[in-house]
């Protein structure tokens, strides 16, 4: 008899966890805390988008959302900008605010390329067809914020600009000056890049992106500096859904 009552006791213990009504099961509504660091992550070009957007619903759904506020800043790069507000538009969780994307500038780019206004710094590593196989004295989209047209170079030429480089800067600093402004000051920084390398933003910008953040920090403070870890995901061709 005491056996049949422990089994039941059992059943009904198993049942209460799974009952959404006590909280439990279901809809357990328990979040975690992060550890004692601190993370910037950047994204540049439509795959990074996607890894960074997975990544901010799965912290809104498992993790302390002051942590989240505190300890964790986003920054979405790219040369789309329909595709940032398309991000900025979208419902649920992983949506990201109007100071985490960053549009690269177009306006003066293209100009900046094309034969006879293309500058001495430009003239070092810009391929000289970049300017005719873009649309040449036509119209670009690769020059017109719709994004590189998987055209490596494009991207680099975008973030080469002067007012694109000020932007960036003013944009990193005022993220890890957030992250450095509480409390957690002291903690270590962890920088993660997301891109994809099969396109044009993406593998355009990262090497420039990551070399130009690591900068703009030690510019910043070089206390913070060096307590900042760089690491970056990097998305091959399948990865990115190409054959």
Not at 176 to 190: F, G, H
Not at 223 to 241: H, K
Request: hydrophobic residues 35%.
């Amino acid at each position: 008899m005491a056996l049949k009552q422990q089994q039941k006791n059992q059943v009904d213990e198993n049942l209460k966890a799974l009952d959404y009504l006590e909280g439990t099961g279901l809809l357990n509504s328990m979040k975690k805390h992060l550890a004692k660091e601190r993370f910037l992550f950047i994204s540049s070009g439509g795959t990074g988008h996607k890894l960074m957007k997975v990544l901010k619903e799965n912290l809104e759904r498992h993790v302390e959302d002051g942590d989240i506020r505190d300890r964790v800043k986003f920054l979405v790069i790219d040369t789309d900008h329909g595709e940032l507000e398309r991000l900025r538009r979208e419902k649920g969780k992983g949506i990201f605010e109007a100071h985490e994307l960053l549009k690269l500038p177009f306006q003066e780019a293209r100009r900046t390329i094309a034969p006879g206004t293309m500058t001495p710094q430009a003239e070092a590593w810009v391929h000289p067809d970049l300017y005719s196989v873009t649309g040449g004295e036509g119209s670009s989209a690769e020059f017109a914020g719709m994004g590189a047209g998987a055209y490596r170079q494009v991207g680099r030429v975008h973030l080469s600009q002067r007012t694109a480089l000020d932007m960036l800067r003013d944009y990193v600093v005022e993220k890890i000056r957030s992250l450095t402004s509480n409390q957690n000051n002291l903690d270590p920084i962890n920088v993660f890049f997301f891109c994809g390398i099969s396109g044009g933003t993406g593998s355009g910008t990262i090497i420039d992106l990551s070399f130009l953040t690591r900068y703009f920090i030690r510019e910043f403070n070089g206390n913070v500096y060096a307590r900042t870890r760089f690491r970056a995901y990097l998305m091959l061709p399948s990865a990115c859904g190409f054959e």
